[in-house]
């Protein structure tokens, strides 16, 4: 049995999906709240659903079934400001789960963030030596956050504390993929701009506001969900694979190619309007990301990842435009 922590949000409700199809018994422990979030598991059998608040006791109740703890939760929001929301769920939780699967000797694979990079000015390299990882200036809470746990995981590592026998913390970088709706403003461009074509709308990419990139060509490293769950089930088959990984594609590609991508999915005609970037975020804007994938190869793991063409095009044809036709 696995537990899967946010597992009605993004990527945790694709890996509860693939743990299903497998046969895996899988609890998720999630907030559903209002509106149609629920449907991200429609599909799959699940031997329980928890909420957040009921993890103490279910962990104390039935922890000495599971095989492993995906601990996917977290309040995601790059915009989030309550920083004591931040720490109770993305930094407390996180170390009170390390604490239960080190005791319980049961792997624990965790969503980081590329966002624990902040500007890129130390480049993008998942090394987890302490004096790189103290350079690293996040620029938002929400990378703090996660940026904080990293930190205090490879510092139990170092010092030799109590650890799980298997970690993993995932520095996600831009993903894109199905059951994302719940998402709202932070859901992925692809998804956004597919809604605004199906709209009539034009295609809306920001404006770029350094002189070192044209419109549309800032540049991020683009990965499918898909993906992000091939990396983290086979981080679970190799249980002697441990420590900080970047999950990219290791290729930075535009804005502008990511909307020409939509484009093509749908079959249209280039429509793209530049809209300034809002000030609100303007000053802590990142106009390249790009994930150094050697860590992972190095450690053994040789599957492809999509091109964002393709990756694309099977979002949107395969995902949203059959999704609207049932709606």
């Known amino acids: 049995m696995f537990l899967v922590t946010g597992g009605a949000g993004f990527i945790g409700s694709n890996l509860v999906a693939r743990l299903s199809d497998r046969g895996d018994a899988v609890v998720v422990s999630d907030w559903l709240e209002q509106g149609d979030k629920w449907r991200n598991l429609a599909r799959h059998q699940l031997e329980d659903m928890i909420s957040p608040e009921q993890l103490p006791r279910f962990l104390e109740n039935r922890g000495h079934e599971l095989k492993a703890v995906f601990h996917m939760g977290a309040i995601s929001a790059t915009t989030e400001t309550d920083g004591d929301a931040l720490m109770e769920n993305n930094f407390r939780l996180s170390r009170d789960l390390w604490n239960f699967c080190a005791i319980a000797g049961i792997p624990l694979i965790y969503a980081s963030s590329a966002a624990t990079y902040g500007d890129g000015e130390h480049g993008f390299d998942d090394n987890?030596?302490?004096?790189?990882?103290?350079?690293?200036?996040?620029?938002?809470?929400y990378g703090w956050s996660k940026h904080l746990f990293d930190r205090w995981a490879v510092r139990h590592v170092e010092d030799r504390k109590s650890c799980p026998p298997q970690w993993a913390g995932l520095k996600f970088f831009n993903v894109y993929g199905p059951n994302e709706y719940h998402?709202?403003?932070?859901?992925?461009?692809?998804?956004?701009?597919?809604?605004?074509?199906?709209?009539?709308?034009?295609?809306?990419?920001?404006?770029s506001h350094n002189p070192d990139y044209p419109d549309g060509g800032q540049m991020r490293d683009f990965v499918h969900v898909d993906d992000c769950v091939d990396v983290m089930l086979w981080l679970y088959d190799n249980p002697k694979v441990s420590g900080l990984f970047n999950i990219g594609t290791g290729l930075a590609r535009t804005f502008h190619?990511?909307?020409?991508?939509?484009?093509?999915?749908?079959?249209?005609?280039?429509?793209?309007?530049?809209?300034?970037?809002?000030?609100?975020?303007?000053?802590?804007?990142?106009?390249?990301?790009?994930?150094?994938?050697?860590?992972?190869?190095v450690a053994g793991y040789d599957k492809p990842f999509r091109e964002l063409e393709d990756g694309v095009a099977d979002y949107v044809q395969n995902f949203l435009m059959k999704d609207m036709a049932r709606r």
């Open 128 to 141: 987890q030596d302490p004096d790189y990882l103290a350079k690293l200036e996040p620029l938002n809470g």
């Open 183 to 207: 998402k709202g403003g932070q859901a992925s461009v692809p998804l956004h701009l597919f809604r605004q074509l199906q709209s009539g709308e034009a295609a809306k990419l920001f404006q």
């Open 257 to 297: 190619d990511l909307a020409r991508a939509v484009f093509a999915g749908l079959e249209r005609d280039e429509n793209i309007r530049f809209v300034p970037t809002p000030e609100n975020i303007r000053d802590k804007y990142q106009y390249f990301t790009e994930a150094s994938m050697i860590k992972l190869r």
